[in-house]
Nanobody, 123 residues
Framework: QVQLVESGGGSVQAGGSLRLSCAIS????????AGWFRQAPGKEREGVAA???????VYADSVKGRFTISKDNAENTLYLEMNSLKPEDTGMYYC?????????????????WGQGTQVTVSS
């Protein structure tokens, strides 16, 4: 059974930093694409960043230059380093994954999801 468990959320002031982690288990191999998504109250879920098994990475324009996604294959852990945080980065952050290749920031493509971790950025 595939499980994704996020951690690392919290409350910070604008300009601050947070590092999110997502422990991924249950895939029969390490070949999978994983990503981070976020959802603010009253808004649709949006893709933030994703990383494929071949190292391909995509970012949403809103986070380019501020967020960094990485994956530790040995530990099966996905990370999101978030710097220069803004109030508009506030939301519930989810990690998601799908076995095999390919990459997208479209949430419908991902088959397995974590429960989310809250990020709140105050001005």
């Amino acid at each position: 059974q595939v499980q994704l468990v996020e951690s690392g959320g919290g409350s910070v002031q604008a300009g601050g930093s947070l590092r999110l982690s997502c422990a991924i288990s249950g895939y029969p191999s390490s070949i999978y694409t994983a990503g981070w998504f976020r959802q603010a109250p009253g808004k649709e879920r949006e893709g933030v960043a994703a990383i494929a098994n071949d190292g391909t990475i995509v970012y949403a324009d809103s986070v380019k230059g501020r967020f960094t996604i990485s994956k530790d294959n040995a530990e099966n852990t996905l990370y999101l380093e978030m710097n220069s945080l803004k109030p508009e980065d506030t939301g519930m952050y989810y990690c998601a994954a799908r076995s095999g290749g390919g990459i997208t920031l479209g949430s419908a493509w991902y088959l397995n999801w974590g429960q989310g971790t809250q990020v709140t950025v105050s001005s």
